[in-house]
């Protein structure tokens, strides 16, 4: 189709056909695909970090357009080096790229006082004391919470004021529920600490919710969160879906907890940021392989919208990110071993172009994309040779 439309218009504007029409294809997977964004292009630049700004304006659709639009722009400049006028247009292509990666430069390098900062532990205990089970043993369960408390102590007595737990870190049975919870809450109190922490809890013998318990300095419930979007294999394995978000206030900070996928699904996210959410605290379970590419997910959830990123993840990497994408600290745990980390947070109150106005343009994108292909088609449909 790309060819057909460079055929058809003669001219250097034909170099958006390219990027046009594959912003169109990933717009329509992140609305219907039930991996949501994953598989984008734009993760592929994740560390450049230049780049990666243009999504707190279009969101990464913006940077799959850059990344599509030079090798077009080189391949069309070829096919009309002989042609001055259309070298000229090809030439404002090339500025438009200059310029996104310009304001990327300004983006990073603006000096903007912190309004907020707060000091995160993040933790991971060895995959072997973790179970993924419809049958758990509460005995080996309520090692594994003594285990996250000691390490929540670790890190408290190195100054942390809030620690992330991962996904599934515990599962938590009716007759376990009171014990387990309650490791949780005294090792928050006696540490004066927050803890955010992932946990499978049983409802009954088909039915399970996969959640974040959010408990204060203090012992008080600040969340109980639910995952809102399941992967397929919760799906089939009896997890229930959550409903709504969770942003509840810690330590004066406007804050948010969210499970893993989640951060795929880029309107999902927008939501956290229309409760002016500053920072999202996520616990995750990646699989080794996908440990930085779901990682780098997140991290480009909090570039769009404007917040930081705590993110622990079993099997995955451990990443604290600010709201340009940088990644201020990270860890891994993809070696099965323990992981631990402690961050100091800068946080901003940032409003972004993306979080305001969605998938504007994604619809622009779709909106041109359709004008290219009519144009194509027409061009078809009147070479035709008319039958006598």
Known sequence: MTRKIVLTKQNAWSAFAFPVLWCLFEFLLFKFSPDGTAGSLAYTQANFLPVVQIASVTGILGITFLVTLFPSAVAVAIYYRANKKDMTSLSIIISLLVISILFG???????????????????????????ETNHPNPDNELRTANMYADAVTKLAQQGAQVIVLPEKGMNITTGADSLIKGILVNAATNNNISIVAGYTEFINGSLKKNKALVISGDGRLLADYQKVNLFEGEARNGFMPGKEIATFNLKNISSGVA??????????????????VQVLYVPAWDFIKDGWLHSRMAVLRGVENGYAIVRTARQGELTVSDYRGKVLYEASSTNDKSASL?????????????????DWFGFIMTIIAVYFIVVAVKNKNSKQPTVQ
């Open 105 to 131: 430069v300004i983006r990073m390098n603006n000096k903007f006082p912190d309004q907020n900062s707060i000091t995160a532990g993040l933790a991971v205990i060895d995959e072997k004391f973790h179970s």
């Open 259 to 276: 499970i893993c996928k989640d951060l795929d699904y880029q309107n999902f996210m927008r939501s956290y940021k229309q409760k002016k």
């Open 342 to 358: 402690l961050a100091r947070i800068p946080l901003r109150t940032i409003k972004t172009i993306y979080s305001e106005f969605g």
